[in-house]
């Protein structure tokens, strides 16, 4: 079994406010657990480092404190939940984190600039916990236990790094931060051939994109156009724009669902969605209801 949950689904700042109240305002943070894994497969991996990584650390009862974290890149909607992460001030946390060096630095190296004076209080050492950060080339494979994690770059400047995971039959593939119309469109076909989800960048209207091309990101349009011509069964729009209201994210998911026509089942990302994937069934619920379930 495999449990995805979306503790952020918003791209460059976080927004608060009753316009954002059924989408969520939390910037980017997705969450994987393999609970039944083997002993040598990470139990649980955490892909980006934004703000929703604070509610995911809000939310650990019950998790053991260790994780693997694959970073897309560093920019600030994907890195500002890490200094308030309350699991990492705990001293029998055990954390692995992979990332790609980009510009001359590496993910320690970013994180290490975050947290230092003037911008922050306290210095990345104030944490217990044992932290392994691991550089990564831009594109690469690797089996831990019964998980096979690929990926490769993309399009986003100065770079992002698309994950696939695949356990035991079952395959998502997480873009990142992806500008499609301007390179790697083939590279992230390739990686999300025929995946069970496909969580894809899609922060602009197509009518916008004109005014906003090289800023790095993708319409629903072009997410759409990915996820058929990979042969993907489920596709969630993510990496929602900071000005779109829960209205106009209503009016993105039926512009990516006309297209889809029927082809490609396609869902907005929400905050706290949780969606769990067996070898037999897939079922999605909101995390607010599946807990609501079990009082
Ligand atoms: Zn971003
Ligand atoms: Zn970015």
Redesign the pocket.
């Given at each position: 079994m495999i449990t995805l949950t979306l503790w952020g689904t918003r791209?460059?700042i976080p927004v608060s406010g009753p316009e954002f109240q059924r989408y969520g305002g939390a910037t980017?943070c997705v969450e994987l657990s393999f609970e039944d894994a083997e002993e040598d497969t990470p139990k649980r991996v955490i892909v980006d480092c934004g703000t929703g990584l604070t509610e995911l650390g809000k939310n650990w009862s019950g998790r053991s404190y260790e994780a693997l974290f694959l970073q897309t890149h560093m920019?600030w909607?994907?890195i500002q939940g890490f200094p308030f992460f309350g699991p990492f001030f705990h001293p029998a946390g055990r954390y692995s984190f992979w990332a790609t060096p980009r510009s001359g630095a590496t993910m320690r190296d970013v994180i290490s600039r975050q947290m230092t004076q003037p911008t922050f209080p306290v210095g990345l050492d104030i944490m217990p916990s044992q932290l392994m950060f691991k550089d990564i080339p831009q594109q690469g494979e690797a089996q831990l236990g019964e998980l096979t994690i690929r990926w490769c770059e993309l399009c986003h400047s100065p770079g992002n790094t698309a994950y696939r995971l695949d356990y035991r039959g079952r395959s998502i593939v997480l873009s990142g931060?992806v500008e499609v119309q301007r390179g790697s469109r083939k590279e992230l076909v390739q990686l999300a051939q025929g995946a069970d989800l496909l969580v894809m960048d899609s922060q602009y209207f197509p009518e916008d994109y004109k005014n906003r091309v090289g800023f790095g990101h993708s319409t629903p349009l072009d997410a759409v156009a990915v996820a058929k011509e990979a042969g993907v069964l489920h596709l969630m729009l993510t990496?929602h724009d900071p000005t779109h209201t829960d209205e106009k994210l209503d009016q993105k998911l039926v512009i990516a669902q006309k297209a889809a026509n029927g082809e490609v089942a396609v869902e907005n990302a929400r905050d706290q969605l949780q969606m769990s994937f067996s070898t037999k069934s897939f079922s999605s619920a909101s995390l607010s209801s599946r807990l609501s379930l079990q009082i």
């Open positions: 791209g460059s980017t920019h909607d994907h931060d990496h």
